[in-house]
């Protein structure tokens, strides 16, 4: 027990070192995680079989970060880009592995270790994405529903493969005999999908209502049933990935999930820390110096030839290349499952130490370079857009990204139509002044266009969406945005545009604020100031002897 509060010293020491230099080069939180663990490695602070900490603990922090992702889902707006994402994934993963098995065969892997290298490339990370997703705010988003669901379905498709693989000497062996275990398998996924159904009509409802009066037990009973539900999933044969996944659709529609993810989010934030620390730990740098160039094409094959395909299915179904670039960029690193794969071949024999560690260290690279690639995805997307256009189909254009052809003329854009943006737009729909909306959320959109609101689906990053906005002829420019990076391309824009109309931004801090004003701005709104002047105000007009100090209204 000792040695695993030494293990945490070490391994969460080396986490905020890291963490702070990161931090300071404005480059994601994620590099550091995956550093520790190589570095740990290196120095072989822990030796094989005495990962105490990092056996279980990581394990924990993926049910916690599918299971709030359950409870976010509508799977109405999944089901409305089914075909685009079922055909997506499963395309990707077939060209995926035949292109994985031919790269491997070319460079001296046998012909069943190929096939397993091609089906590890083949599949992009869940966990890393959908954290990297939440910390940009980008879930709600027409790439990020895309993303996550191509994601789901290649989860379910690595779950099938290891289960073929479970069932004979040979992953295609479709004997009768052989077929039962994933015919049972199937079986058992339809069951637990119905389960899940029947659980959240009629019994989960009725127990969190019972206990939603104690905060303590709403958050004990909602921990119980994600382990329980996922146990169960476990049980019949299905990872905890999916098992975690579908306690959490289960409870999408309860009224209390709000306040139960808002428990959960920190438990989740550790537990997934120590899982991209065991990641970097699987890196094995003798094997780094001796398979260097095999290392190096896989992780280009991950980082630029994945998104390429992904490029390519995606256009068929008339998505714009905004979102087509975005989604692709997204999916461009190798998976957890990956190492899972290749884990497997190795203990039936398929495959050698090899060819796991060298899936290991292509993981930890291309997710670092991803993540830095995704966090900066709206400055690279300037570059490579004239590429992207390739991919663009102009005569479909899918229904989710339809763009109204009105002229506008003195005219206010709304930029953001959620917490701040919402009551504007009422009150400038309630008033009569012609104005257009612009959000990234799809189910936003879709609700002002059913209000007869001129509403644009887009992202600030996507210059084609702002000039379908026609700033040139705006009167007023208002953006919601919270992100730096999104007001100052706007401001750009607007500076390339020559724009005329009074442009009001939002920031987060103080430093923001100087740098925006900087680039033009005439009005910025820190949202935490004003509610403290508010309520400065307020104080003053109930009790106007008492004498406030720290704020004032005239420092607004």
Not at 53 to 58: D, Q, S
Request: aromatic share 10%; glycine share 6%; charged share 15%.
């Amino acid at each position: 027990m000792e040695n695993v509060f030494i293990q945490l010293g070490i391994i969460l020491s080396l986490i905020s070192i890291l963490g702070f230099i990161v931090h300071k080069l404005k480059l994601p939180l994620i590099i550091a995680y995956l550093i520790t663990g190589v570095i740990l490695s290196f120095f072989g602070s822990f030796y094989e079989g005495h990962f105490e900490v990092l056996e279980i603990l990581p394990e924990i922090g993926i049910a916690f970060v599918l299971f709030l992702i359950g409870m976010e889902l509508d799977l109405r707006e999944i089901k409305s880009l089914g075909i685009p994402i079922i055909i997506s994934a499963i395309g990707q993963v077939l060209v995926s592995t035949a292109l994985g098995f031919y790269i491997s065969s070319l460079l001296g892997f046998g012909s069943t270790e190929s096939l397993y290298l091609g089906l590890g490339i083949a599949f992009s990370s869940t966990v890393v994405v959908i954290k990297i997703l939440l910390e940009k705010k980008d879930l709600s988003s027409l790439y990020g529903k895309l993303s996550l669901g191509i994601l789901l379905v290649e989860d379910l498709i690595a779950v099938i493969v290891l289960m073929m693989i479970s069932v004979g000497s040979s992953a295609f062996n479709l004997g009768l005999q052989n077929s039962l275990p994933l015919i049972a398998l199937i079986l058992k996924a339809f069951g637990l999908f119905v389960l899940t159904f029947v659980l959240s009509k009629f019994v989960l409802e009725k127990i969190f209502d019972s206990v939603a009066k104690s905060t303590e037990l709403l958050f004990f009973t909602a921990i119980t049933w994600c382990f329980a539900f996922t146990a169960v999933a476990v049980i019949s044969g299905f990872s905890v990935v999916i098992g975690a996944f579908l306690a959490g659709v289960a409870l999408a529609s309860s009224p209390y999930h709000t306040q139960i993810q808002g428990k959960i989010k920190p438990l989740r934030d550790f537990f997934l820390t120590l899982f991209f620390v065991y990641l970097g730990t699987q890196v094995k740098i003798s094997d780094i110096t001796t398979s260097w160039l095999k290392i190096i094409i896989f992780t280009v094959f991950a980082i630029a030839v994945k998104p390429l395909i992904y490029s390519l299915l995606l256009g068929l179904f008339g998505f714009r290349k905004h979102t087509i670039f975005q989604t692709s960029l997204n999916l461009s690193q190798i998976s957890e499952f990956s190492l899972i794969v290749l884990l497997v071949g190795v203990s039936y024999g398929h495959s050698s130490p090899l060819a796991l560690s060298v899936m290991a260290t292509v993981a930890v690279a291309s997710i670092i370079i991803s993540s830095i690639s995704i966090h900066y995805s709206k400055r690279i997307y300037k570059i490579f857009a004239p590429i992207v256009n390739i991919f663009e189909r102009k005569s479909i254009i899918h229904f989710s990204e339809a763009r109204s052809k009105t002229a506008l003329e003195d005219h206010i854009i709304i930029i953001g139509a959620h917490r701040i943006g919402g009551p504007i737009v009422k009150y400038l729909k309630k008033t009569g002044i012609p104005f257009v909306v612009m959000d990234f959320n799809p189910s936003i959109i879709k609700k002002l266009r059913e209000e007869n609101i001129n509403a644009v689906y887009g992202d600030i990053g996507d210059p084609e969406t702002l000039d379908s906005l026609q700033l040139e002829k705006a009167k007023l420019i208002i953006s919601t945005a919270s992100d730096i990076t999104d007001n100052e391309i706007l401001l750009e824009e607007c500076i390339r545009q020559k724009v005329k109309a009074m442009i009001l931004v939002r920031a987060e801090e103080v430093s923001h604020w100087q740098k925006l004003k900087e680039m033009g701005a005439h009005y910025i709104v820190m949202p935490e100031k004003v509610t403290g002047v508010y309520l400065v105000n307020q104080l003053k007009s109930h009790w106007p002897k008492a004498h406030f100090a720290g704020l004032s209204a005239n420092r607004l």
